[in-house]
């Protein structure tokens, strides 16, 4: 337990720790990618103390409470997800800029992050070494063995700051012991205690100071941590380093050679990151004093500009979600636009409906040049390439040569420099804003890219919402267009068939008349035909509720078709159609009509399989237990040739036809639909022996029932 006066205690707990600036930066540009790639984000949080302290605690805290509590920092970003990643860095890049009594803005922290970051990759050395198997548990613990300074100058900073830069040692633990009746090691074991880790890493922090004797039985990653933090002090030729290495089983040279690596490592890490370690103050300095301030100012400086912007960005979207209307909001983006970045005047471009081109928007003074401005995406050109590449792009300040759409708009806009600004919602571009503005203007804005970046996804998702209304009463209409002319379709593709018969038996009925033989039964299959054009036709306008089809007799539809097709002149002599029914009624769901229609045109895709003449079977096969549910299954098989592997993937889907003129390639697709609007299933066997299609058909059931209407 924290033994400590109560004002220290109570302002532990609510002490914000500071992060290196240069650290704050790159998160801030991960946060502000399209996608958060967790790995890549934990690399980075793992090189400061103070951040990493930060996901940790919140990952482990009640909010977040999971099972097994490890140490884990890609476990831990993964936990909070990225939109709580995102709020922190943005809360904490906030108040580090903003907090003028900041701790951050008073001590230099370059010191601090080299010692704990080449500590903790010396303890991850060790544990390697040492084959213990946790070496992340070993590298966050060196990581976070001197968090406790960090929370002692968040909290005391009159009382601690000139402390903060002494050096690491049993003389500063019994200063901070008489000063502030606690030592950092017991603050920053308080604080991870705090976490409930199942892990001895608090008690790795606390005893990071005790003698190397007193730890010769503590647990593994207690011993690995007060190794590493000595070795980071560089005192490698020190009597009792080398002694708990022969404890440890790593030899002198193993130790050597661990830490010139880690110090390696380190120094890359600051040259990637920025961080000038040669400048970084030494004890005891104070800021004022500190030689190369003035580069630590100036990274200050930048982050102050990232913080701004993004606060500039995010109240840019909130104004943009509250307006009504794409007329309004695209008024209101350019002028946010000009006022922002100092653009002469701005342009905005969006993509059309088929997203292959750019069309001006009527905004401001250019409404009759923009009306019909066009650019298409596929020609070529800077703004193109923005809305194909979802870049950023600055266009005639390079003496590069412009397309003549570029040069068109810089005497529009009455500037020489164009910054192209991608709108993008997501993983879509919307279009593209297109400010003026003078040369020096664009090396300005240059620096600038992120928040323009920025401010470029705020106006996108405003814009995708106020085009969605729009768009969504559109494809409505466009929706119901393509289904009219698809039910067109089908109802010529239908009629066709029937018409098709009714002409043929007006042949015959020619015929018999002519000779003065009985033509009944040819007059009542006319009459039949007749009134299933009508069904048809009425089918694609009717809107109504229909009762349920009153089912149909299988055996009696199948002797129907066939005797409809051998009595036309649509047969060839050479083919022959066989009917094969059951003994007793089998009533399906269904009208008749709709069961017609499947086989006629089944059997008219059988016969145009068979040219050169073959036989066709339709027949009613019986019962046939599926799933547990009870079908009839109807079939017509031809002996043809069989269907080409390629058509039968697709064979229910609408195609084009490749029987020639005046077929539309919708026949099987029709059958298909129709089986559908009685519950059944089809399926398609085909080989070089010919081809069958098997139809489940569900049997009937009594009971009577209205239900919406069906074509």
Same mark, same amino acid.
């Given at each position: ?81 990225? &939109? ?61 063995? &001197? ?118 490592? /380190? ?151 164009? /910054? ?16 003026? /503005? ?197 079939? /017509? ?75």
């Amino acid at each position: 337990m924290l033994q400590a006066d109560p004002d220290i205690r109570q302002r532990l707990q609510v002490a914000r720790l500071p992060i290196l600036p240069q650290i704050l930066l790159q998160l801030i540009q991960h946060c502000q990618s399209d996608e958060i790639v967790v790995p890549a984000l934990a690399e980075l949080i793992a090189k400061d103390p103070g951040m990493t302290s930060k996901i940790l605690g919140l990952a482990h805290s009640s909010a977040y409470h999971r099972a097994g509590r490890k140490a884990g920092l890609e476990q831990s970003l993964t936990a909070l997800g990225t &939109d709580t990643i995102k709020s922190l860095v943005v809360s904490e890049s906030v108040f580090q800029v903003f907090n003028d009594a900041s701790y951050a803005n008073s001590v230099d922290l370059r010191l601090f992050w080299q010692h704990s970051l080449e500590t903790a990759l010396l303890a991850r050395g060790i544990a390697e070494k040492m084959r213990y198997p946790h070496q992340e548990e070993a590298y966050l613990a060196g990581l976070l063995h &001197d968090i406790g300074r960090l929370a002692l100058v968040t909290a005391s900073p009159q009382e601690y700051t000139r402390s903060f830069l002494d050096q690491d040692d049993e003389l500063l633990c019994a200063f901070e012991q008489s000063t502030l009746h606690v030592s950092h090691p017991q603050v920053g074991s308080w604080l991870i205690e705090n976490w409930d880790l199942d892990s001895f890493m608090a008690d790795s922090v606390l005893y990071h100071h005790e003698s190397m004797a007193r730890l010769e039985s503590a647990h593994p990653l207690v011993r690995i941590v007060r190794l590493a933090h000595r070795l980071s002090c560089h005192n490698t030729d020190d009597l009792d380093i080398n002694e708990a290495g022969g404890l440890y089983g790593i030899t002198s040279a193993d130790l050597g050679k661990i830490s010139n690596q880690a110090r390696s490592q /380190v120094k890359t890490f600051a040259e990637l990151l920025g961080i000038d370690l040669a400048a970084a103050p030494q004890a005891s300095a104070v800021t004022a004093n500190i030689p190369g301030e003035t580069v630590q100012e100036e990274v200050r400086q930048q982050l102050s500009n990232e913080v701004r912007n993004l606060m500039l960005a995010s109240e840019a979207g909130r104004s943009f979600s509250r307006l009504q209307g794409e007329a309004g909001l695209l008024e209101s983006v350019t002028r946010s636009a000009r006022m922002l970045f100092n653009f002469e005047d701005v342009i905005v471009l969006l993509m059309n409906g088929a997203g292959k081109a750019l069309i001006g928007i009527p905004v401001g003074e250019h409404k009759q040049r923009l009306t019909e401005f066009t650019i298409a995406l596929g020609s070529g050109g800077l703004i193109a390439e923005v809305a194909l590449q979802r870049r950023l792009a600055f266009a005639g300040s390079d003496g590069n040569p412009l397309g003549i759409a570029e040069e068109q708009l810089l005497r529009v806009l009455g500037c020489e420099s164009l /910054v192209c600004v991608p709108l993008i919602s997501g993983q879509r571009c919307l279009g593209v804003m297109v400010g003026g /503005v003078a040369p020096w203007q664009a090396a300005v804005l240059q620096r600038r890219e992120r928040f323009l970046k920025s401010f470029g996804e705020q106006a996108a998702i405003a814009l995708e919402s106020a085009l969605g209304e729009r768009g969504e009463a559109s494809r409505r209409v466009a929706s119901v267009a393509e289904e009219y002319r698809e039910s067109s379709r089908r109802v010529a593709h239908e009629v066709n068939n029937p018409l098709s018969i009714i002409k043929n038996y007006l042949s015959i009925l020619g015929g018999k008349l002519d000779k003065h033989e009985p033509v009944v039964s040819e007059l009542s299959i006319l009459n039949e035909e007749l009134d299933r054009v009508g069904h048809i036709i009425k089918g694609l306008a009717d809107l109504k509720p229909t009762l349920r089809d009153a089912g149909a007799e299988v055996n009696r539809v199948v002797r129907d078709i066939v005797r409809l097709f051998r009595d036309t002149e649509f047969v060839p002599a050479s083919v022959k159609i066989v009917a094969e029914t059951q003994d007793l009624p089998t009533e399906i769901e269904g009208s008749a009509d709709k069961l017609k229609q499947i086989l006629v045109n089944l059997v008219k895709n059988a016969i145009e399989a068979l040219p050169t003449g073959g036989e066709i079977h339709i027949a009613n096969n019986g019962h046939v237990n599926r799933d547990g549910q009870l079908y009839i299954e109807v079939s /017509v098989r031809d002996s043809g040739p069989g269907i080409p592997s390629e058509i039968l993937e697709n064979l229910f889907s609408p195609v084009q036809s490749t029987k020639g003129t005046g077929h539309q390639g919708l026949g099987l697709s029709i059958v298909h639909n129709l089986v559908k609007k009685v519950q059944g299933l089809i399926t398609c066997r085909s080989s070089s022996r010919g081809t069958a299609f098997e139809i489940l058909l569900p049997i009937r059931k009594r009971n009577y029932q209205v239900v919406p209407g069906e074509n």
